[in-house]
């Protein structure tokens, strides 16, 4: 039995040392594969993160290149500058840079960055060659929202007659005048009046932009404001661009106040959606002394010829007090703008851009404000209003911000009108002289307070009261005088749908009397002016 037993466990034994060998088999015939599959695991990691690196590259070139738009040359060493510095230079160690504008879409940018040697530890046996990877980003430029006007004329106060009356020019200050007289960007002090409130008189008169008191502005933009000149199309013929009372004259058409400053305008090309990079093609100084020639008058500042589509841009600026070596930068100069198409005869001919008016042309010279625009509104009627800005299907679903300076003094309201006609509901509060929001250290809270609140319309409060002002010295006592408001607008996310294809909203004010209002209105868009879009 014993005997029976030792051969039953011995026949037993012989099947498991015939499966260890098919193990061993198996084992040595499935290691190539999975060191394979563990090499392929490692380079695809690596593969990815390079591939990462090489998308925020392409991100960040072709956000930088686009800003540059419509000049092409320009774009494409921006994007390009902006690529090596993130180490991928166009024809080194295998790399390979495209920078390339959007067919059909002069505001859009693709950048292409491809490396064709990508690291290799363990595949390389079996791919047979290099690994190629490539990442495209496409960046667009949203052009500044246009303020203002749809049509060939801007600021152009009563001029013109019927629709095409504006009630309001337009206005720049010295850099020494007072910031509460309505110039938010070009006074460069905050400071504003000593308690004699006269014009200047010695250590007596306005705290302008010398002494121990002196205060930055730090809104204070040297580059002053910009008013655009946009072409939809390539336009057959020429237009002059023209200054109405280009000089500071007390006694000029356009009603300046009191003081004594120089006026540059600025014509430049349209070589970039950007005004601060384009190219000057004229300037002219006007300085009160041109009042007997150009006061009260218009004035060519350049003639172009047959431009090209894009936007030409008129830059706008006061004298500092370093330029003029002196403190007699002061005041508040007003003017107008316009594009006169010679094709008339010398004629001015109202147009407009905007296909939802009547007679509007494809061709009209669009004049408008760009980002910031200063006014001297003149509140004739009990409910006069104004165009404020124009909003696009671009802006589907984004934040419209609008800053008030120095708003509606002796206004009782305002409201914010969408392209229908309807007041918008809005967001709005008081911020601090430097912009920024409350607490705001130093200064006198408004009456009401800072906000934030919600409403369809902005109390300007009775004009025979007398308000709290942020400092000392101010003469106004309007309810905003000296302050900057802040309204946000949720915009919708079909614009389009949500106003009919119309796109210009407006701003109204009730006011009891006629009053004059100096004021410097800003629109922006949150998330402008570059983004990046799908890649088609």
């Known amino acids: ?33 999975l060191l394979a ?42 994007a390009r500058e902006v690529a090596t510095a993130n180490g991928f230079t166009d024809g080194t ?101 000593t308690t ?21 502005n730090q809104s204070y933009d040297p580059n002053g404001y910009f008013y655009a000149v946009e072409f939809a199309q390539d336009y057959a013929g020429s237009v ?37 990079n384009t190219g000057v093609i004229n300037s002219r100084v006007f300085s009160p002394s041109d009042c007997g020639s150009w006061g009260g008058r218009w004035e060519t500042l350049h003639t172009l ?16 007090q370093a330029e003029a070596g002196s403190q007699d930068q002061m005041g508040s100069n007003s003017f107008g703008l316009r594009a006169l198409e010679t094709r008339y005869g010398g004629s001015f001919q109202p147009c407009t851009s905007d296909p939802s008016q009547s007679g509007s042309r494809v061709d009209c010279p669009n004049v408008y404000g760009v980002n910031n ?44 009108l969408d392209p229908t006609g309807d007041p918008a509901t809005f967001r709005w509060e008081v911020l601090c002289q430097d912009g920024s929001s ?13 906000g934030p609140q919600v409403d369809d319309e902005l109390d300007l409060g009775n004009p025979s009261s007398d308000y709290p002002q942020p400092g000392p010295h101010r003469v106004s006592t309007s309810k905003y005088s000296d302050r900057l408001l802040k309204l946000t607008i949720e915009l919708p996310t079909d614009i389009t749908a949500a106003y009919g294809g119309l796109t210009w909203w407006r701003i109204r004010y009730t006011v009891g009397s006629a009053p004059t209002d100096r004021t410097t209105w800003a629109v922006a868009v949150k998330g402008d002016p570059v983004r990046l879009i799908p890649n088609d």
């Open 438 to 450: 409350a607490p705001c250290a130093g200064e006198i809270a408004p009456n009401g307070g800072y």
């Open 240 to 276: 002059r661009l023209q200054v109405y009372d280009a000089p500071y004259c007390t006694s000029g058409g356009a009603g300046d106040s009191t003081g004594a400053f120089t006026t540059r305008f600025t014509v430049r090309d349209n070589t970039s959606f950007n005004p601060l």
């Open 373 to 416: 625009m200063g006014i001297l509104a003149a509140l004739a009627g009990t409910t006069p209003s104004f165009y404020l800005a124009e909003i696009g299907p671009e802006h589907n679903n984004k934040t419209m911000e609008i800053s008030l300076w120095d708003p509606g003094e002796g206004s009782l309201e305002l409201e914010v």
């Open 93 to 193: 160690d295998g790399i390979s840079v495209s920078v390339t504008p959007v067919s059909g879409n002069s505001a859009q940018l693709r950048v292409t960055i491809t490396d064709a040697g990508a690291d290799q530890y363990f595949t390389e046996p079996f791919t047979g060659g290099a690994v190629d990877i490539t990442r495209a980003s496409t960046a667009e430029y949203i052009k500044p929202v246009p303020m203002g006007s749809p049509k060939n004329f801007l600021g152009t106060g009563g001029l013109l007659s019927g629709s095409n009356r504006e009630n309001f020019f337009l206005a720049v200050s010295g850099g020494c005048s007072s910031k509460e007289q309505g110039d938010r960007i070009m006074t460069q002090t905050d400071a504003n009046f």
């Open 305 to 320: 010829v047959n431009p090209t589509a894009g936007t030409y841009f008129i830059q706008v600026q006061g004298q500092s």
């Open 196 to 216: 004699t409130n006269n014009p200047p008189t010695g250590s007596n008169g306005w705290n302008r932009c010398t002494g121990s008191t002196t205060i930055v």
């Open 1 to 33: 039995m014993h005997r029976v037993e030792n051969r039953k466990r011995g026949r037993a034994q012989r099947p498991l040392r015939a499966q260890d060998g098919f193990i061993l088999v198996l084992t040595a015939l499935l290691l190539l594969p």
């Open 37 to 78: 599959f563990t090499g392929l695991a490692v380079d695809l990691g690596s593969w990815l993160g390079r591939a990462a690196q090489i998308q925020k590259a392409a991100d960040a070139a072709a956000l930088a290149g686009v800003a540059y738009l419509p000049d092409t040359g320009r774009a494409d060493r921006a």
